[in-house]
T-cell receptor, first 113, second 114 residues
Framework: QKEVEQDPGPLSVPEGAIVSLNCTYS??????FMWYRQYSRKGPELLMY????GNKEDGRFTAQVDKSSKYISLFIRDSQPSDSATYLC?????????????FGRGTQLTVWP | EAQVTQNPRYLITVTGKKLTVTCSQN?????MSWYRQDPGLGLRQIYY???????DKGDVPEGYKVSRKEKRNFPLILESPSPNQTSLYFC?????????????FGPGTRLTVL
């Protein structure tokens, strides 16, 4: 079983929709939870990160972590065509091998006008 | 500008012809890593390095070599490329000091092995 599972989609929504992206994980040692965004023909870039459980909001984006269920989510409100990208969840354990991240497979999102 | 650079960006080669993909970062990061990205499989780590002269295998190291002689550079070497190494490759670096280990990725190298 892969340590981080993510539905690859693809996901296609109209502009203005609320988008929900999710990942599950198996390693209870994970403490840091991140979302990377990757535009076509580019490298991934960090979008948001959360430490332990709870919510974090940044503009139209909200990251949620439920450690009891080993489940993380990214919500995008009022989605825009510019949000079209692949979204990858990533996790790391406190005190883990320096720099080691565990990635999901990524979910490809298309927002059409 | 803080960045990770990779060269070449695109490469078409033939089976067995040795090649090197260069990676350089200007952020004085300790940690560097190579990934390959394939459809349906996501990002898979090939090798990583925690400091100069310190390297270790990731999840898919077979057929690859790396070296870390200088802090800023981390080249990926394919001694005898095969078609199953056709992929999109990313180099990444991290300071390793933040708990969430933010990694900064290069623009990618698309490799085709015929």
């Amino acid at each position: 079983q892969k340590e981080v599972e993510q539905d690859p989609g693809p996901l296609s929504v109209p502009e203005g929709a609320i988008v929900s992206l999710n990942c599950t994980y198996s390693n209870s040692a994970f403490q840091y939870f991140m979302w990377y965004r990757q535009y076509s023909r580019k490298g991934p870039e960090l979008l948001m990160y959360t430490y332990s459980s709870g919510n974090k909001e940044d503009g139209r984006f909200t990251a949620q972590v439920d450690k009891s269920s080993k489940y993380i989510s990214l919500f995008i409100r009022d989605s825009q065509p510019s949000d079209s990208a692949t979204y990858l969840c990533a996790m790391s354990a406190r005190g883990s091998t320096l720099g080691r991240l565990y990635f999901g497979r990524g979910t490809q999102l298309t927002v059409w006008p | 500008e803080a960045q990770v650079t990779q060269n070449p960006r695109y490469l078409i080669t033939v089976t067995g012809k040795k090649l090197t993909v260069t990676c350089s970062q200007n952020m004085n990061h300790e940690y560097m890593s190579w990934y390959r990205q394939d459809p349906g499989l996501g990002l898979r780590q090939i090798y990583y390095s925690m400091n100069v002269e310190v390297t270790d295998k990731g999840d898919v190291p077979e057929g690859y070599k790396v070296s870390r002689k200088e802090k800023r550079n981390f080249p990926l070497i394919l001694e005898s490329p095969s078609p199953n190494q056709t992929s999109l490759y990313f180099c990444a670096s991290s300071s390793g000091t933040s708990g969430y280990n933010e990694q900064f990725f290069g623009p990618g190298t698309r490799l085709t092995v015929l």
